[in-house]
C-alpha cells in the first residue's frame, strides 16, 4: 500500500467505525480522529521534506473530507477537553493536505491556501457546535419540565392525600360517637375510612412513581414482590429478554403500576395477577390480568392520572391501551411500538 494511502483509509475507518457504531463508541471519538489527524500531518510533513507530488489529488481531497466531517462529529459529542486538541489537530491536517501536491510562492501563499479549506473546517465545527447546543437546550428543557411536574404533583399529593386523610378523620370520629347505640352506621363509617385509604394509597403510589425515575422493566420483579406482600393476591410476572427504549420501558411500568394500584382498590378479592411483557410485530405488549371483579377502568386519579393518562401517553407514542372485563375477572392490554 502507499504510504500516501494510509491516512486516508485511516480517516475513512475511522468515520465509518464511529457513524455505524453508533453512541457506544462516541467515547472514543477523540482518539480515532487524533490518529488519523496525526498520520495525515506525518504524510504532509514527508511530502514537504521530498517534495511534491501528481497525480493524488483526488486522495488527498478524500482525506480532508473525512478529517473534516471527523471534526465535526468531534465537536458535536465529545468532551470540550478532549475534543479541542484532536480537533485543532484534524483541522490542521485538513487544511495543510494541498500542501502534498503544490509548492507554494510564498509562505503567504501557503497560509492562504491553508485558510481557504480551513473556513470549511470552521463551518462543519461551527455546525457540530450548534446541534451540540440543541441537544443541551432539550436536556435543559426536559429536566426543567420534570421539575416543574414533581412541583405540581406535590402540590397534588398535599390536596387529594389531605382531602382523603381529613375525611378518614371524620368518619372515625362519627363512628366513635354513633358506635354505642347504633354498630351499623359504626361499620358502615369504617367502611368509608377504608375507601378514603385505597384512595390515599393509589394517589401516594402515582406520586411517588412520577416523582422518581422509573426503574422500567427490570423493577418489575420487586413491583409484584412486594404488591404479593402487602396483600392477598399473587403477582406472576414473565418477561421475555427483548432490547426495549428507555422511554418505552418506563411507560410499560408505569402501566402496570396503575393496573396493580387498580387492583388494590377495585378488586381486593383478587387471589392471582398474571403480569406479562412480550415484543409481538414491532411492538412491546403489556399485559395485566386478575381473577378479581370490579372495573380498572374506573381507576381514574383525581389529579388526571391513572388509565386515562396512560392511555394518552401510549397513544401518543403511537400504540394502545386497552382495558375491559373478561371472564372470570379484568384484563389490560398495552401495545406499545419499539420502534419510532
Known amino acids: 500500500m502507499e504510504f ?8 475513512v475507518a475511522a468515520l465509518a467505525w464511529v457513524v455505524l457504531g453508533g453512541a457506544r463508541r462516541r467515547a472514543r471519538l477523540p482518539v480515532v480522529t487524533g490518529v488519523a489527524a496525526g498520520l495525515s500531518l506525518a504524510v504532509t510533513c514527508s511530502y514537504l521534506i521530498s517534495g511534491p507530488r501528481r497525480g493524488e489529488d483526488l486522495l488527498g481531497l478524500a482525506e480532508s473530507l473525512a478529517l473534516i466531517a471527523l471534526v465535526g462529529l468531534t465537536a458535536r459529542w465529545s468532551p470540550v477537553r478532549q475534543a479541542v486538541p484532536s480537533g485543532v489537530v484534524a483541522g490542521i491536517a485538513a487544511s495543510a493536505w494541498l500542501l502534498r501536491y503544490m509548492v507554494p510562492a510564498s509562505p503567504l501563499e501557503a497560509l492562504g491556501m491553508c485558510a481557504f479549506w480551513g473556513l470549511g473546517v470552521c463551518g462543519v465545527a461551527g455546525v457540530g457546535l450548534y446541534l451540540r447546543s440543541l441537544d443541551t437546550l432539550r436536556v435543559r428543557a426536559v ?3 420534570r421539575a416543574r411536574q414533581r412541583l405540581r404533583l406535590a402540590r397534588d399529593l398535599h390536596d387529594f392525600v389531605a382531602h382523603d386523610v381529613s375525611e378518614m378523620v371524620a368518619q372515625a370520629q362519627a363512628g366513635q360517637v354513633v358506635g354505642v347505640v347504633e354498630p351499623a352506621q359504626a361499620l358502615a363509617a369504617l367502611q368509608r375510612v377504608e375507601q378514603a385509604g385505597l384512595r390515599a394509597m393509589a394517589t401516594l403510589d402515582r406520586t411517588v412513581l412520577e416523582l422518581h425515575d422509573s426503574p422500567g422493566l427490570a423493577g418489575l ?7 404479593t406482600s402487602a396483600g392477598p393476591a399473587r403477582v406472576e410476572v414473565t418477561v421475555e429478554d427483548v432490547e426495549v427504549p428507555e422511554e418505552v420501558a418506563g411507560l410499560g411500568y408505569r402501566i402496570v403500576v396503575e393496573a396493580l394500584t387498580n387492583v388494590r382498590r377495585h378488586a381486593p378479592e383478587a387471589t392471582t395477577v398474571d403480569v406479562a411483557v412480550r415484543a409481538e410485530d414491532g411492538t412491546l405488549v403489556v399485559s395485566v390480568a386478575n381473577d378479581g371483579a370490579g372495573g380498572a ?5 383525581r389529579g388526571g392520572f391513572g388509565l386515562p393518562a396512560l392511555r394518552e401517553q401510549a397513544e401518543a407514542m403511537g400504540g394502545t391501551l386497552r382495558a375491559a372485563a373478561v371472564p372470570g375477572g379484568w384484563s389490560l392490554v398495552a401495545r406499545l411500538p419499539l420502534r419510532r
Request: glycine share 8%.
Open 4 to 11: 500516501s494511502v494510509v491516512p486516508l483509509v485511516a480517516a
Open 143 to 145: 429536566e426543567d419540565e
Open 221 to 227: 420483579a420487586d413491583l409484584a414482590a412486594r404488591f
Open 297 to 301: 377502568e374506573r381507576g381514574e386519579g
